[in-house]
């Protein structure tokens, strides 16, 4: 979105509220001026909250991902043009510009929809998929250090496996990641196993099992995965945060999704030069009725392979 605004109106300044844990990646992008910490906002008291907000001298203020407390604090400091959905009732007494969009059933992608809450602005939102990685501005991709860089093999393809997703999403299971590891040719490829250090306790027999891979899980920091993933050649996980991050530094990004509604890679598939998308079967009955499936783990590790062999 951030993209799309500097595309029209270049000489704007955008500012990015989000929380801790976003700093990172929000700050890869170019097109983001700065970024303001809303965990930082919630310690202060309500008036300080509003001043704090009012000291940036906003001309809009853009709900992407909408929180009641924050439409409040908005309206509170004043912000000339506040804008929000109808689908919010609390954006009718606290926003003075609605958008009508409706998420939950809509085909489009989650970035398609972000972009149509810039119909107001009277600029062309109606992008295909192909076309959007091209907003995202990843211009500050931080150094690798040294310790992490003597790990990447340059005669092979380097690939980090993400297995777990911390809830977000449906996974593949380690048993069908234990078989594509055992696929891949040694001599061509250089394998990584990523995660959080609680994930790297979870995976503790998988990963003493598959002593051939590198174990991740734990040791980098989110600004220190980003560099990892940029000097890697592709990524293989469950819609997760990796997976996107992955795509949006044009690396071979595969993404194993389960066609349940509102999980599906139509809502949620990654975007970028090399993204792609497997799912088991695309006429999955239990997905098309929102019923809980295991389709994932039905989706071959050989297809991956062939994806990634394609780039050999």
Not at 81 to 90: A, H, I, K, M, P
Request: glycine share 6%.
């Amino acid at each position: 979105m951030a993209g799309l605004i500097k595309k029209n109106y270049p000489d704007c300044k955008i500012y990015f509220l989000g929380r801790t844990y976003t700093k990172d990646i929000v700050g890869l992008s170019g097109h983001v001026d700065e970024f303001i910490n809303y965990d930082d906002i919630e310690k202060l008291d309500p008036k300080a909250q509003t001043q704090f907000l009012k000291k940036f001298n906003a001309d809009i203020f853009l709900h992407v991902f909408p929180k009641i407390k924050i439409a409040d604090l908005a309206k509170d400091a004043k912000i000339p043009l506040r804008v929000g959905t109808t689908n919010r009732l609390y954006h009718w007494f606290t926003c003075n510009k609605l958008i009508k969009l409706s998420r939950k059933n809509s085909p489009l992608h989650e970035s398609q929809l972000n972009f149509k809450l810039l119909s107001f602005l009277n600029i062309e939102t109606n992008y295909e998929l192909k076309e959007i990685h091209r907003f995202y501005g990843f211009t500050h991709i931080p150094q690798l250090e040294e310790k992490y860089n003597v790990l990447i093999e340059r005669n092979k393809f380097n690939l980090i496996l993400h297995p777990k997703s911390k809830g977000s999403a449906k996974e593949w299971g380690l048993v069908n990641f234990e078989k594509l590891i055992n696929l891949l040719p040694k001599d061509k490829f250089n394998v990584f196993i990523s995660g959080t250090e609680q994930d790297g306790k979870s995976m503790k027999d998988f990963l003493i099992k598959n002593k051939q891979v590198i174990d991740l899980t734990g040791k980098l920091t989110l600004q220190q995965f980003i560099a990892f993933i940029n000097m890697c050649d592709g990524l293989v996980a469950a819609s997760t945060g990796p997976l996107h991050i992955a795509a949006a530094l044009n690396k071979k990004a595969i993404g194993l999704f389960s066609l349940k509604r509102p999980i599906h890679p139509g809502r949620w598939m990654p975007l970028g030069k090399d993204a792609h998308v497997l799912v088991f079967d695309e006429n999955c009955e239990k997905c098309a009725k929102k019923l809980d499936c295991d389709c994932i783990t039905k989706i071959k590790p050989q297809q991956i392979v062939d994806l990634l062999e394609q780039k050999l």
